[in-house]
Every structure is written in structure tokens, then in C-alpha cells.
């Protein structure tokens, strides 16, 4: 930490509230672009416009670890190496 730089003054409750409040407002709209990038892929599958493969190697670089388990047995099944 920068020696010149002097820590923040301890903050009141009501400010600490609206920092708190702040701070879930950005979380909401980071998984409303999560939410709206998936379903974009969604959309691109539905339409043809990637595969299978494809779909669920972006949609787990979005949202690693949020597609069920029992998707690894279909990606076996297939011999799909995506997960």
C-alpha cells in the first residue's frame, strides 16, 4: 500500500448502506449480462448458427460450473472433449 495514501475515513451507517446497496446493484446487473449472453447462445443453437459442442463450451466460459452434471455423460456419450 502507498504510504501517502491515507486510509478512508470510517463510514457512517447510512453511507454504509448505500456503498452495500451499490455494490449489489453492480452484482445484479453483472448476472443480468450473464443471463442475456447465455440465452444469446441459446438463441444461436436454436438457430443453427453454432453446434452443440460449441454452445456449452461458451456457455461454460460465461458461467463455469451452472450446466447440470448430466450434461458430462452426454459429452462422453458423444466423445465430445468440451468439459
Known amino acids: ?24 446493484r453492480i452484482v445484479v446487473k453483472s448476472l443480468e449480462a450473464i443471463k442475456e449472453a447465455v440465452a444469446f447462445n441459446g438463441v444461436a443453437l436454436a438457430q443453427g448458427a453454432i453446434d452443440p459442442q460449441s454452445a456449452i ?3 461454460e466460459e460465461i458461467a463455469p460450473g451452472m ?3 448430466e450434461l458430462n455423460a452426454i459429452c ?8
Open 1 to 24: 500500500m502507498n504510504a501517502r495514501v491515507k486510509p478512508p475515513e470510517r463510514l457512517e451507517a447510512i453511507q454504509q448502506r448505500e456503498v452495500v446497496l451499490a455494490s449489489i
Open 57 to 59: 463450451r461458451l456457455v
Open 67 to 69: 450446466l447440470p452434471p
Open 76 to 83: 462422453i456419450a458423444n466423445n465430445w472433449e468440451i468439459l
